[in-house]
């Protein structure tokens, strides 16, 4: 009796397009240049990894002759989807160039948008662009559903929450995913794996940049998560203590880093939470490069704290006048 032949597990493509243009590049006044990883795609990838899916990652930024490199990717293995992360400008135009390789190399792909692009504007970005999908706000179980749906069929495709498409070339917006205030506990650590040798003691050309929550607990009017998904702003939520230690100790361990940033949109929103982080980095020796913060919450406690451990913070003043904060909520 012969052995039927296994199907293969599912397979899924990440890219971050964030390459500049050849002549911008040539003027970058770093010579090395230095940037944080896709966490995206770290994040992502490992949570699908879970399930079985096969996962590569192509940060077009940090890759030399990425084309190439992209082209090989797609003539060498048969993707179930490539999946990009979509900001307003760069990474717009550069989305448009990836998808029309990935569509001559491997036309029948599935193409799929995540980000700010496919959350805020999903029909604009399905109408104008060659796209399969838009994941709406954060997707790692919609795009789990996805691949299952694309690999087996095991999914129905109307049941896929916060996914929009085109039906007859009208838009159809699937039900919101629902998220609930629970913490980011239950996804596990980012696999920096994927990203191969761009990431090292030197942390050239990327990082250790980290997220350690999600969401936002204001409700300013000109922010994209000002959407019907969530009527209103996405929870704030955050990892745990431990679970983030997790992550900085792997680094430590398998690259020799101590020096990490946070990319938190407002890393600062549980204090408490905050200041353990900063006894943890403490008693590793560890140091904070950058964090980014509310104004509203610093405080003196905060402030001492971050003596001697946390290199420089940034954050926004968003208006000078009360009249102009209350316009902007």
């Known amino acids: 009796m012969v052995d039927q032949e296994k199907t293969p597990p599912p397979s899924l493509l990440l890219i971050s397009p964030g390459h500049e243009p050849a002549d911008l590049a040539a003027k970058r006044y770093r010579s090395i240049p230095r940037d944080p990883p896709p966490y995206f795609a770290l994040r ?9 899916t096969d996962v590569d990652v192509l ?14 990717m797609l003539s060498t293995k048969k993707y179930t989807a490539v999946g990009f992360t979509v900001y307003l400008g760069m990474f717009l135009r550069n989305a448009k160039e990836i998808c029309a390789i990935v569509r001559e190399v491997q036309p029948e792909t599935t193409i799929v948008w995540g980000g700010p ?34 690999h087996d069929g ?20 699937n039900a919101p995913r629902k998220i609930t205030k629970t913490d980011l506990d239950r996804y596990p650590i980012p696999d920096w794996t994927l990203l191969g040798d761009q990431i090292n003691r030197e942390q050239t050309p990327l990082y250790a940049f980290l997220m350690s929550s999600a969401g936002c607990p204001y409700k300013c009017n000109f922010c994209y998560h000002q959407n019907s998904d969530y009527q209103g702003s996405a929870p704030w939520r955050s990892r745990s203590v431990e679970h983030v230690m997790a992550e900085v100790d792997m680094l430590h361990d398998k690259y020799g880093i101590t020096v990490f940033s946070f990319g938190d949109d407002n890393f600062l929103v549980n204090k408490k939470r905050v200041l353990e982080i900063f006894n943890e980095f403490r008693k590793r020796g560890f140091f904070i490069e950058e964090m980014v913060g509310h104004f509203g919450n610093f405080n003196d406690e905060i402030i001492e704290n971050m003596e001697g451990l946390v290199g420089r913070t940034s954050f926004s003043i968003e208006a000078a006048t009360p009249r102009l904060l209350d316009l902007v909520n």
């Open 44 to 52: 992502l990838g490992a949570y699908v990894k879970q399930f079985g």
């Open 59 to 72: 940060d077009t930024h940090a890759e030399n002759d990425w084309a190439d490199r992209l082209r090989e």
């Open 117 to 150: 692009v496919a959350s805020s504007t999903p029909e604009q970005a399905l109408q104008n662009y060659d796209v399969d999908y838009c994941v709406r706000f954060e997707g790692e179980d919609t795009i789990q559903e996805l691949i299952e749906l694309l």
């Open 154 to 173: 095991s999914r129905k495709l109307e049941e896929i929450d916060g996914l929009s498409y085109l039906v007859d070339g009208q838009v159809k917006h």
